[in-house]
């Protein structure tokens, strides 16, 4: 048996995404807590509880990889949660918590569902190459190391959503911290923060790039 299917499905992104996607298909069989056939983000909370850091670092960046993250400003707003839940990350608050307009905030749930067979590819090959390593790099100082530099990468996302999907490189970079620190995989979280230059680089030169151009 791989070591894969080993793991407790928690710590695995796949079972992560499994159950966003169990909680969005209610929501659009029979109404979820934003109304019928809508997926809140308190959906979210409510199910992972005291768990949500570490399913937030990695659904949020997901949804943004999925045919939502097409729909003008959801970019930003997702950054913008993801700032949030980093932030609250490097203070080491133990348990999540969102302002009340953020947890009400949905899309319609088949938005969600729509992207789940390239986000099962995407999170099984993730799995695949994924362990518990280099744990020096996951302890209290890699943790905050690497929630500031997600802080960061949220910061490049509304310029970013100048240049259609763009914002798809920050947002991979913070899927890496997020897997990291899930699988506690510190060599994917070396390679997240060299992901991390990767993306300010494209940042400077698309921004700069259109003042320049301008």
Do not use: N
Not at 83 to 111: D, M, N, T
Not at 147 to 176: G, K
Not at 181 to 196: I, V
């Amino acid at each position: 048996m791989s070591e894969t299917a080993q793991r407790d499905p928690d710590e695995t992104t796949t079972g992560i995404l499994e159950e966003v996607l169990r909680i969005a298909r209610r929501d659009e069989d029979s109404g979820g807590s934003a109304g019928k056939g809508r997926f809140a983000v308190g959906d979210v909370i409510e199910t992972f509880g005291e768990r949500a850091f570490g399913p937030f670092l990695i659904v949020l960046p997901l949804i943004e990889m999925s045919p939502v993250g097409g729909i003008p400003g959801i970019p930003t707003f997702l950054a913008l949660m993801i700032g949030l839940v980093a932030a609250q990350l490097a203070l080491g608050r133990e348990c999540l918590w969102l302002p009340g307009f953020i947890e009400r905030r949905s899309v319609k749930a088949e938005r969600v569902t729509g992207g789940a067979p390239k986000l099962r590819r995407i999170t099984r090959w993730i799995d695949r190459h994924t362990s518990a390593r280099w744990h020096h790099l996951v302890g209290k100082a890699g943790t905050k190391a690497a929630a500031t530099m997600i802080i960061a990468l949220c910061l490049t996302v509304p310029p970013l959503e100048l240049v259609p999907f763009a914002s798809t490189a920050p947002m991979a970079a913070i899927l890496a911290f997020g897997v990291g620190l899930l699988a506690r995989d510190g060599r994917l979280m070396a390679l997240a923060f060299g992901l991390s230059a990767l993306a300010l680089g494209v940042v400077f030169y698309v921004v700069f790039g259109k003042l320049l151009g301008s």
